[in-house]
């Protein structure tokens, strides 16, 4: 794994840009966010998006994310992460995106807020796994088509669309964050979690890396 | 294509593209940054308790941060508002940010008007936005069911509730145009008499006061 470009947590706050990913670890985690760990061997159960930086004199910027939690999506300050006794986060970044993607990946956030959270998905990652643990069969294909609904977002996929989107069209290919060859592009878009994007090279590390 | 008789707007060729409450008032006019949205909900006991107690059509308010730009790919125009959702404390949420369009497409359960600060340059009007947004998730103050109901018939309990109560949501706003605005022009964005100290007109202003203040101006919906 690469290195951070920050070791200072702070220091990396001060330099964060809309659109930038946060990872985020829930220490007194309930079993569905230690599901998602296992499920995606990862040390992250959550990721948000920098949705604007506030910046003041002589202080540490105010930090909004836009994020995808129960009720939808929704906006929030950073500063709620920001506990180290209940959360760790990390941060990353996708490099080469213009001031007017940025631009474009905010309309896309705009657009989004209340767009309701997509439980199905959930309830269909866990149906894949245990089908695989079972009958050592994948179902994700199934899943993919049947079960997720694509109007509807859970917190990775809502990372990953709004990136597809937000690039110029020549660019896409290159913020995709599942990078395994040769899955349909379905799987790709929606079958997606924080693991992958906290390994993903498609983004580097500028705060915390841990896959 | 449809034709529709908008009430005080004229004939509209195709209202499909209009909200459901633009539909009945006739179409929303280009909004603001920081213009203040007022709101009635039809089906809330506590709401009706409260615009009984402040003598006034609208119990909640929220204030534009973003009008809505479908070319840079969003058409709702975003609100953010101070909410108490039930009367149980774990539930009761704050700050968030929304679409208009949840209070606009819904007339069963809301009616909406706008008010606008007038003589507001671009650059207040961020201020105004970046100040909401710095309070976003601050907590919402209780309305207590039992207060408003009592004070909804003693003129004694009403002088006395008022007296005290918090509104988050108009607070909201009264402090984010006081705050934004430089020192010198601070009373022209007072929504209630200065008879109150900065900081309890921060704290105590009502819905009331915004709809019933001269420091705005009804631009859709007055009531």
């Given at each position: 794994m690469d290195a951070a470009r920050y070791t200072d947590r702070s220091e990396a706050?001060?330099?964060?840009?809309?659109?930038?990913?946060?990872m985020t670890r829930t220490k007194h985690a309930n079993w569905l966010l230690r599901g998602i760990r296992k499920m995606s061997h990862s040390y992250w159960n959550h990721s948000a998006l920098v949705f604007e930086v506030i910046r003041q004199k002589d202080q540490e910027p105010e930090v909004l994310i836009v994020e995808a939690l129960d009720k939808g999506i929704e906006i929030h300050?950073?500063?709620?992460?920001?506990?180290?006794?209940?959360?760790?986060?990390?941060?990353?970044?996708?490099?080469?995106?213009?001031?007017?993607?940025?631009?474009?990946?905010?309309?896309?956030?705009?657009?989004?807020?209340?767009?309701?959270?997509?439980?199905?998905?959930?309830?269909?990652?866990?149906?894949?796994?245990?089908?695989?643990?079972?009958?050592?069969?994948?179902?994700r294909d199934m899943i993919a088509q049947r079960i997720i609904n694509i109007d509807n977002f859970v917190c990775s996929s809502f990372t990953q669309r709004a990136f597809y989107l937000g690039v110029a069209p020549e660019k896409r290919d290159r913020v995709m964050f599942k990078e395994n060859a040769g899955t349909n592009f379905l799987y790709q878009m929606e079958f997606i979690t924080p693991g992958d994007i906290a390994k993903s090279k498609t983004a580097e590390w500028l705060y915390n890396p841990h896959d | 294509m449809h034709k529709h008789e908008v009430r005080g707007h004229g004939t509209v060729d195709d209202t499909q593209h209009l909200s459901a409450l633009e539909r009945i008032h006739g179409p929303l006019p280009q909004l603001m940054i920081g213009d203040i949205v007022m709101i009635r909900h039809k089906k809330s006991l506590v709401r009706k308790f409260l615009r009984k107690v402040t003598e006034s059509y609208w119990d909640h308010t929220a204030l534009i941060i973003f009008t809505k730009n479908p070319e840079k790919?969003?058409?709702?125009?975003?609100?953010?508002?101070?909410?108490?959702?039930?009367?149980?404390?774990?539930?009761?949420?704050?700050v968030e940010v929304h679409k208009?369009?949840?209070?606009?497409?819904?007339?069963?359960?809301?009616?909406?008007?706008?008010?606008?600060?007038?003589?507001?340059?671009?650059?207040?009007?961020?201020?105004?936005?970046?100040?909401?947004?710095?309070?976003?998730?601050?907590?919402?103050?209780?309305?207590?069911?039992?207060?408003?109901?009592?004070a909804s018939i003693s003129r004694t309990i009403r002088k006395f509730v008022l007296k005290r109560q918090r509104f988050t949501c108009s607070g909201l706003i009264q402090k984010a145009y006081w705050n934004a605005a430089p020192w010198e022009r601070r009373h022209m964005f007072a929504f209630r008499d200065l008879?109150?100290?900065?900081?309890?007109?921060?704290?105590?202003?009502?819905?009331?006061?915004?709809?019933?203040?001269?420091?705005?101006?009804?631009i859709w919906n007055r009531h």
């Open positions: 706050i001060r330099n964060l840009r809309v659109a930038d990913i946060i300050r950073l500063h709620s992460y920001l506990n180290e006794k209940d959360f760790d986060i990390g941060v990353k970044r996708v490099p080469g995106i213009t001031d007017e993607e940025r631009e474009r990946i905010l309309g896309f956030f705009l657009d989004k807020i209340d767009t309701p959270y997509d439980y199905t998905r959930l309830f269909g990652y866990m149906l894949n796994r245990i089908v695989l643990k079972l009958a050592n069969v994948k179902v | 790919g969003y058409s709702s125009n975003i609100i953010a508002e101070a909410i108490q959702y039930q009367a149980f404390d774990a539930w009761r949420r704050g208009m369009d949840r209070y606009l497409n819904d007339p069963d359960r809301y009616d909406v008007g706008v008010k606008r600060c007038m003589n507001v340059s671009n650059e207040l009007r961020d201020h105004v936005r970046a100040f909401t947004l710095m309070n976003v998730d601050a907590p919402y103050y209780r309305l207590p069911l039992a207060d408003l109901a009592l008879g109150d100290s900065p900081i309890e007109l921060q704290e105590l202003v009502s819905p009331a006061d915004i709809a019933k203040s001269d420091a705005c101006e009804w």
